[in-house]
């Protein structure tokens, strides 16, 4: 079984490994031992209940629990901008209008922006290419909001995930050519190097002072505001399946896109329901599989699995409830992964 659980600082080797595998623009998932190393004890402090709401977040990874191979991470983290600053570009309509000459403009606007400080943030999203088969990256994207179902009094009342922009075939961002590098004086993967590690002086230090007109951008540049990045895109559908949607601030060093949403207005969150694991080989709901996690904080796992509720049980095969560490007449929780496929809870 393919699981995502909650991270351990054994994974750290396999963690390093895996994020060699990332392109540029991911900004909080680097090969940095070090930063990954505190990133794991950060998630441990927050599990156990010791982190201080600035610093909390949690990190998962993706195990197959066949071979042990680490394929992917994913993160929440819980307030952002209450340690560090979190900047994004909001995006608004500015018309400069003459009633003598009669000739109005409406042009785009970029406006340095904290409105999202205090929102819960999605984040770190990867999946190993060796894994990305079907239904594997929805797990691993949706494992993040059946956690925020399970404890919910943990999470603040919105949310948002910073998305990848566009980069040219060439690895650089037209954005950064245009507005960023002119400011920062360093390249895009210094600036973003320094942003993941908290180092974020220089932002505030170096950033335009005043609104950026889009509209005086060079085309290619203004043509991938708010656009996601290749890789990212099926990130995005998955997002937006659950209920986050792109509401005009984008990330100020590649411009892509941030969606956003109430947290109870997640479709994990309304839809997903308690239910008794019960051991055996029969099946409800042929043909349908659903989300199941345990309801354990520091070991929590979710998986997938065949089946749905029925009477309030969740029949699970002996192998699967190992993977996901619960046994029968253990609480679970779980969600049908077949759109408005309601679960019998009588």
């Keep these: 079984m393919i699981v995502v659980r909650a991270v351990k600082t054994e994974d750290l080797d396999a963690l390093v490994s895996l994020a060699q595998e990332t392109g540029p623009g991911l900004t909080t998932f680097k090969p940095d031992r070090d930063a990954l190393a505190a990133r794991i004890e950060r998630a441990t402090k927050t599990f156990e209940g010791r982190a201080e ?3 909390a977040g949690y990190f998962f990874v993706m195990e197959d629990t066949a071979t042990g191979d680490v394929a992917g991470v994913c993160g929440i983290e819980v307030q952002v901008g209450l340690e560090q600053p979190f900047y994004n570009y909001r995006v608004s309509t500015v018309v400069h209008a003459s009633q003598e000459l009669g000739i109005w403009t409406k042009m785009s606007l970029l406006n340095i922006s904290h409105d999202l400080t205090g929102y819960a943030e999605v984040c770190s999203l990867f999946l190993s290419p060796r894994y990305r088969a079907h239904g594997v990256g929805g797990l691993l994207s949706r494992s993040r909001f059946m956690f ?3 404890f919910r009094e943990r999470f603040p009342e919105r949310l948002c995930a910073e998305l990848r ?35 974020k002086s220089f932002l505030a230090e170096l950033m335009p002072r005043y609104p950026v007109y889009a509209d005086l951008l060079p085309q290619e540049a203004q043509a991938v505001i708010g656009v996601t990045h ?7 559908k998955m997002l937006e399946a659950e209920g986050l949607r792109y509401q005009g601030h984008v990330d100020i060093f590649d411009a892509g896109p941030v969606l956003e949403c109430h947290v109870n207005d997640l479709r994990t969150v309304r839809e997903s329901v308690m239910a008794t694991v019960a051991i055996g080989d029969a099946q409800p709901g042929e043909g349908v599989r659903s989300l199941v996690s345990n309801t354990s904080m520091a070991r929590f796992r979710v998986g997938v699995a065949p089946g749905i509720v029925e009477n309030g049980t969740m029949v699970l095969c002996a192998a699967d409830a190992a993977a996901l560490e619960v046994r029968e007449g253990d609480p679970v929780r779980v969600l049908a992964l077949a759109p408005g496929k309601k679960p019998n809870k009588d």
Aim: charged residues 25%.
């Design 230 to 236: 290749r890789d990212t895109a099926p990130a995005r």
């Design 53 to 55: 709401p600035r610093e």
């Design 148 to 150: 925020m179902a399970q």
């Design 165 to 199: 922009g566009h980069f040219d075939a060439d690895g650089t961002s037209p954005f950064w050519r245009a507005v960023g590098s002119h400011f920062y004086q360093i390249d895009f993967n210094a600036a973003d190097y320094l942003s993941a590690h908290g180092r």
